[in-house]
């Protein structure tokens, strides 16, 4: 398994922009092999799948909810997966996550699902604020 970290959460008023990277910590490992997923958990509510980089057809995959504002891409030059976040609302303020998928989520469908089963390793976690 490799380990993820997380960078770039804050504080950002509403409506504002915000760039969150993740990156693999040592060598060796290659983010662009793997589907890639992005979770949010927001203050007593349970995470869920905010976006997730398929392997397999490149293409990504979002919840119905970001769709529109937030872009989920990698920069295999860097081995870095980012997400930016457009016209942020306070609902948006959570702990963002990356997350490396195994086999099954290399399939469009099991990606678009972004079952936390199914990641493998998990970043710490970033925290992103959004003022009203």
């Known amino acids: 398994q490799v380990q993820l970290v997380e960078s770039g959460g804050g504080l950002v008023q509403r409506g504002g922009s915000l760039r969150l990277s993740c990156a693999a910590a040592?060598?060796?490992?290659?983010?662009?092999?793997?589907?890639i997923a992005w979770f949010r958990q927001a203050p007593g509510k349970e995470r869920e799948g905010v976006s997730c980089?398929?392997?397999?057809?490149?293409?990504?995959y979002y919840t119905d909810s970001v769709k529109g504002r937030f872009t989920a891409s990698r920069d295999n030059a860097k081995n870095m997966v980012y997400l930016h976040m457009d016209s942020q609302q306070p609902e948006a303020t959570a702990v963002y996550s990356c997350?490396?998928?195994?086999?099954?989520?290399?399939?469009?469908?099991?990606?678009?699902?972004?079952?936390?089963?199914?990641?493998?390793?998990w970043g710490q976690g970033t925290q992103v604020t959004v003022s009203s």
């Open positions: 997350a490396e998928g195994n086999r099954v989520v290399r399939m469009p469908t099991e990606c678009q699902k972004s079952r936390e089963q199914d990641f493998a390793s």
């Open positions: 040592g060598s060796g490992f290659t983010l662009d092999a793997y589907s």
């Open positions: 980089l398929n392997a397999n057809d490149g293409r990504t």
